[in-house]
């Protein structure tokens, strides 16, 4: 995610001193003036099922998901408010609680209407094709020390497209 334009629409909002987060969720613009000391910014994947046939798919958001551990991205945040995510270990993205067979072929019968596609019967993991895992949000984590010395958290979440 690129926050140039973001961090420059913000300063001109935001008082000089202040730290400038700005992290958007489709359809909704977050934007934060916060006057830290330091910080810390962290991110962790929330990772969710889909089934596909190669086009059609069904996301299942509102099922079981996976969580990798959080991953400190300070060092990301660059001097003009640019913010690249960094590349995550393979494991962040497609980290996912085990599951039966049947777990799975019940999941989508109660999410995703009449879509079954071919193999499913034979599928036996989330990773196994018809079936696949990715990042379905990610949780950013913000943590520091204002600079009237109080501690503050904030946990930002950002739904992300699944797939490619």
Request: aromatic residues 10%.
């Amino acid at each position: 995610m690129h926050l140039i334009a973001a961090y420059l629409t913000a300063r001109l909002l935001c008082p000089p001193a202040d730290t400038i987060i700005h992290i958007p969720d489709p359809g909704e613009v977050g934007m934060y003036c916060l006057q830290y000391d330091t910080f810390r910014l962290e991110v962790q994947t929330e990772t969710s099922m889909t089934v596909m046939a190669e086009g059609p798919h069904c996301d299942l958001r509102n099922w079981k998901h996976g969580y990798s551990q959080l991953f400190d991205i300070t060092y990301m945040v660059q001097p003009n408010g640019s913010l690249e995510m960094p590349d995550l270990p393979k494991a962040a993205l497609d980290v996912f609680p085990a599951v039966s067979q049947k777990e799975m072929q019940d999941a989508v019968r109660q999410y995703c209407d009449d879509f079954w596609p071919p193999g499913i019967e034979k599928s036996k993991t989330p990773h196994t094709y018809p079936f696949g895992v990715s990042p379905s949000r990610y949780i950013f984590k913000l943590s520091g020390t204002l600079k009237n010395g109080q501690q503050q958290t904030i946990i930002f979440l950002m739904q992300v497209d699944m797939g490619c």
